[in-house]
């Protein structure tokens, strides 16, 4: 398996939510609406999306291998330590200065 696309649509935070984040698997198959949650160690965890239907709630996709999981995690937490890391350096250069 391929992740050929990451994007990461970062949210004003609420409860651990920072972001959704989509990617594209093998250039075939386009995933979205993964949830991005902050753990209280700074580390992420996903919640993939559900629907509900009267009572049950219905999975709409997820990873079904630890490997398919990783792949995605491992995709999906790279880009959003690159946004983070962004941030800050962005936060460090124009923080101090007057606009």
């Known amino acids: 398996m391929r992740i050929s696309e990451v994007n990461i649509y970062p949210v004003k ?3 651990g939510l920072i972001a959704f984040a989509s ?3 093998d250039d ?3 995933l979205s609406s993964i949830a991005v949650y902050t753990r209280l ?10 629907k509900k239907l009267g009572e049950r709630i219905l999975n ?3 990873p079904i291998s630890r490997e398919a999981s990783k792949q995605i ?4 937490f790279k880009k959003c330590y690159e946004i983070l ?3 800050i350096e962005d936060e ?6 007057t606009i």
Not at 41 to 50: A, H, I, M, N, Q
């Open 92 to 97: 460090t250069t124009y923080g101090s200065q």
């Open 28 to 30: 075939h198959l386009y």
């Open 85 to 87: 890391q962004r941030s």
């Open 41 to 50: 160690d700074g580390s992420y965890r996903l919640l993939y999306p559900t």
């Open 73 to 76: 995690e491992d995709a999906i």
């Open 60 to 62: 709409l996709f997820h």
């Open 13 to 15: 935070p609420q409860d």
């Open 23 to 25: 990617v594209v698997v």
